[in-house]
């Protein structure tokens, strides 16, 4: 091992830490005096999850991961610190840490907290707060862990709404089968209904089967590539109105498709591009009235390509409009106020576009959203 560090640059190192900038560097040199250097190599484990030691580590030099059970939770580098928690309470590691190179760590255990540390009390008070700090920052992250995983379950259910028309479809083929004798023989589907029905339930089978890797990655904090293909996005919409044809939401609501053309290709993800589709179409499904129309319209502009689905419903409450895109907000009865979130989430940080929407009165709301052309 050749990593080392003389007391200066420790000193250096720890008034740079939000944990020790408010104490006496008297106070910091003889922590970095007496307390115990650990050295560990590359794979070496800190501490495991459920042990009981009652220390905490600086990192010097080198860099370490905290994990649980399988799930990364952090990765540290010079400057950061871990088992903090071990000197305020008596509880086991909730986590185990482990190196991912050359590491040297300064150790400080209860005996050192407790002889130089707590002697100075404003500085104490401000240690206590930037763990307050530290713990609240954790917080949002696990509550924004949360939402995202909620619009992901969101968007599975979504997911399986064609898989019950298919269903439906096959129903009826049984039927038919089964009452051969009695009915027409026009009911007998082509062999390319057969091949479309097949098709959409292998599309929506590789559909759940990326939304439940996508949850699987966060869970797991993996960094998986975000992938965009040149298509179609006319070809995309045309698709995705075929899918929910006979939704049980659409039933009595026609939809109408007015396309610019020409129109051109643009990069997007198909099945996330997809997901907004299908919350805006069924959106609008839920605002309208027996014998509406809803007009799905694709529009080329300048560098951008305008997707929008109007209603022909009530409109959207003045207090709501401000929340939309914010907060879980619903009307429905059996909503979670998720669909528009998830659209922000794949249009704005995903693709770089807009998501926006128009409501005037009794005029219907029009929800729109654009991708950027090649």
Avoid at 261 to 275: E, K, T, Y
Avoid at 323 to 341: H, P, Q
Avoid at 357 to 373: E, M
């Amino acid at each position: 091992m050749n990593l080392c560090m003389d007391i200066e640059d420790k000193l250096v190192l720890l008034k740079e830490i939000d944990l020790f900038k408010s104490f006496q560097e008297a106070t910091l040199r003889v922590l970095c005096e007496q307390c115990n250097e650990t050295y560990l190599n590359n794979g070496d484990i800190l501490f495991q999850e459920g042990s009981t030691e009652d220390s905490m580590y600086l990192i010097l030099m080198g860099k370490m991961m905290v994990y649980k059970r399988n799930r990364q939770i952090a990765e540290l580098g010079p400057g950061a610190y871990l088992g903090e928690m071990a000197l305020i309470d008596s509880k086991p590691r909730s986590a185990s840490a482990k190196a991912l190179s050359e590491t040297l760590l300064i150790e400080v255990s209860r005996f050192e907290y407790d002889q130089y540390l707590t002697a100075e009390p404003m500085a104490l008070r401000s240690m206590i707060q930037t763990l307050s700090s530290r713990i609240r920052n954790d917080l949002q992250i696990i509550s924004a862990d949360i939402k995202s995983m909620s619009i992901l379950a969101h968007d599975m259910r979504h997911c399986l709404t064609p898989l019950g028309l298919v269903e439906g479809f096959f129903e009826d083929q049984v039927e038919r089968i089964e009452n051969g004798a009695t009915r027409e023989i026009a009911d007998e589907p082509s062999l390319e209904q057969l091949r479309n029905q097949l098709a959409l339930v292998v599309r929506v089978t590789d559909e759940l089967s990326c939304l439940i890797s996508q949850s699987l990655g966060r869970i797991k904090k993996i960094n998986v590539k975000y992938e965009l293909e040149r298509a179609s996005i006319v070809e995309l919409v045309e698709e995705s109105v075929s899918d929910y044809a006979r939704h049980p939401r659409l039933h009595d609501i026609s939809i109408q498709l007015r396309v610019d053309a020409p129109v051109a290709m643009s990069q997007f993800n198909r099945m996330d591009i997809r997901r907004v589709l299908h919350n805006l179409i069924i959106n609008a499904a839920e605002a309208s009235a027996p014998g509406d129309t809803i007009t799905i319209s694709v529009l080329q502009l300048d560098g951008k390509i305008e997707v929008a689905v109007q209603d022909q419903g009530p409109g959207i409450d003045e207090e709501l409009k401000s929340l939309l895109f914010t907060e879980t907000v619903t009307t429905k009865e059996d909503g979670v106020g998720l669909g528009l979130l998830s659209c922000k989430e794949i249009i704005e940080d995903r693709h770089q576009g807009t998501l926006s929407f128009v409501s005037d009165g009794d005029q219907g709301a029009r929800f729109y959203f654009t991708l950027p052309t090649d």
